[in-house]
């Protein structure tokens, strides 16, 4: 029989919140033993005096030794420092989101449907839980930076906190610290927690997901099954299909392991499927049914359909690369696309390595060994029940995350990170409980390597920045790894200080990415944490060539030390045609479709912005303010640079219009929407090839006077769904030759009150 970690209690029938003890049986043994009242820490029984709330806030556990509260307060504190240091130095962010924000702020409709506009023309091409927090911080706060991330960075600190009550409830302090601390340190989860995109709301919606599978792994209680189904419904109304990636290992791991009989499970999981629906279908139902006329057009469908938009270019579309409407996709089985090599090792290149992977191979040695260790368990062990649902997860996101054909950006895998720090957390304090087995010792010398290694490899693909680090890296994970060994043979200060040595040269390597990523300002539709250099972009030498900061272009932005914007170029097009442009946040940079018509695509500033913006990926097409010609794509990812002059003419007169302005595709009219704060039609969606609004509907609007100006340039233009002209390409087309030119400084309007005859 194996010892294991602070693990000898199992919770009574009724435990409340994370104060409950936690018994657990010796491993391999699968009943749960009575509670017994008198024993220390157990929860008061009936008539024994219950300690103040505020008490046992400050305390903990009476049988925790009194750092543990304070170190995970300080964990708390020091994640919410980390995350909102320099916060407005992204600007809006991603400017699609951000306008989408600042619309339901001011229009419940738009809120509720998640419209770019708070005339709400158009929607998202996400469901909109992800905004709701983000508008209603704004709606109290006031259209900035910090009222818009403020509630990502909360989302962040919640999620260090949920996986340190699963890993405090289940093993012990040491393993909750560890995973909170882990993920926390991930250079993408740095980046995502401080970010606008749904990303976040996801990450701590899959954590509380798999806590509370665990929960129900426990004593078999249905109401933490239904509250996982609850979640993952939350969850699908931020990023749709993404949600239910870690249900089949989930749902498979409680049909089996359950503490409660067949026929009970089975049942409990039908409930948990039902409360899934209900959580996540209200919502699909009520735009399903709500008559199209009087709703905003569902961006990213062609059909008006958001069914047609989860199934298709949310869904099947990003698997095998056929995203209708879209940008397309890449190449599945191991091949190159246009969003990156696919294949096994896709979590390790040079775009994706630098993001999440730091601890992957030592999660994937300390998964494995913590399945070994508890090989002869009961059916219900929740040592091992616990090692599978966070194992389960993180195998079954990074398969599908290897594999996936279709539109894929490396935050993206923000969504691994709780998993891989919640299986490093438990794996490091598993084995280091039973460090007094060589096998055991060697796996956690074999983790400490590992980390070590790859960490080494991971900074040297930067090699100018910190060229110092590698080593200390390398070297002091060698030395600690070495230690952890002969454990057995060094006292305990000694066995303690190598530990601690392995743990630094683990962390020291994300943590510096990390700390690069909050020094940096990020902006526009594709982002990357880390320095300069930390993910480029391979594939097909077309779209980018050997971009770097990520594909197709996501505006980082970097102090320069006087507080200026100095523009430095990244990636674009080899030897080709290339956008050139400048930019700072919130949108972004430049970089290089093949496509692209020229311009610059500048992109808008934003007060409080500081450094240095790297241009990477696409290209704009445009003129000074972001346009760009029929097919260019400056739009599609970074937004326009919004000058006073053209702010004020918009701004005249603009309540007497349903739109002040209509722009082909989100980014560019989300730059004017957000400079003036009136409605601007995003016309196309994000991409500018939705067929909303039709020409015919155009036209319509523009008889009935409801839109002042439109806006030349923007979206990727080119042609429809079935090969024709797009409705965007139509409406530019017409409007360029039936109504008078307005040019303000280098930006060009269309006066939609003035026709030319």
Partial sequence: MCRQPDMSRQPDAHPSAESAPVRRPPTGQGDTPPREPSAPGALPGPGEPRQPFLHRVRRGRPEDPRWVRPAFAGLLVATALLYLYGLSASGYANSFYSAAVQAGSQSWKAFFFGSLDSASAITVDKPPASLWPMALSVRIFGLGSWAILVPEVLMGVATVGVLYAALRRRFSPAAGLIAGAVCALTPVAALMFRFNNPDAMLALLMTVTVYCVIRALEDGRTKWLVWAGVAVGCAFLAKTLQAFLILPPLAVLYAVCAPVSVRKRFAQIGLSAGAMLVAGGWWVAIVELWPASSRPYIGGSQNNSFLELTFGYNGLGRINGDETGSVGGGGGGGGTGMWGETGWNRMFNTEIGGQISWLLPAALILLVAGLVLTRKAGRTDLTRGSFLAWGGSLLMTMAVFSYMAGIFHQYYTVALAPYIAAVVGMGATVLWEERGKMWASLALAGAVTASAVWGYVLLNRT???????????????????????????????????????????????????????????????????????????????????????????????????????????????????????????????????????????????????????????????????????????????????????????????????????????????????????????????????????????????????????????????????????????????????????????????????????
């Fill in 463 to 757: 090699p100018d920045y910190l060229p110092w680090l590698k080593w200390l890296v390398l070297v002091g994970g060698l030395t600690g790894a070495l230690g952890l060994i002969f454990v057995t043979r060094l006292g305990r200060h000694l066995a303690l200080a190598a530990a601690g040595v392995g743990f630094v040269a683990a962390v020291a390597g994300p943590t510096a990415y990390t700390l690069s990523t909050v020094n940096t300002g990020h902006s526009g539709s594709i982002v990357t944490a880390g320095p300069s250099g930390a993910s480029t972009m391979g594939g097909r030498g077309g779209p980018g060539g050997g971009m770097r900061g990520g594909f197709p272009g996501g505006g980082q932005n970097q102090p320069n030390g006087n507080g200026t914007q100095q523009n430095g170029q990244q990636g674009g097009q080899q030897g080709g045609q290339q956008g050139g442009g400048t930019g700072g946040p919130p949108t972004g940079g430049t970089g290089g479709f093949p496509w692209n018509q020229q311009g610059n695509g500048n992109t808008q500033g934003n007060g409080g912005t500081r450094g240095q913006n790297r241009q990477g990926g696409m290209p704009g097409g445009g003129t000074g303010d972001g346009r760009m010609g029929a097919g260019g794509a400056g739009g599609l990812l970074n937004g326009a640079n919004v000058g006073s002059a053209a702010r004020t003419l918009l701004s005249k007169n603009a309540d007497d219009y349903t739109w002040a302005a209509a722009a082909v595709g989100s980014q560019n009219s989300a730059s004017y929407q957000l400079a003036t704060g009136k409605p601007v039609m995003a016309i196309g969606g994000f991409n500018g090839t939705d067929p909303s609004p039709t020409l015919a509907q155009f036209k319509k609007y523009v008889a009935d006077g409801r839109i002042h100006y439109f806006i030349s340039g923007g979206g990727m233009g080119g042609g429809g769904a079935s090969g024709t002209a797009s409705a965007s390409s139509r409406i530019s087309s017409w409007v360029t030759a039936n109504f008078k030119k307005v040019t303000v400084g280098s930006a060009t309007f269309y006066d939609l009150t003035q026709p030319t005859s």
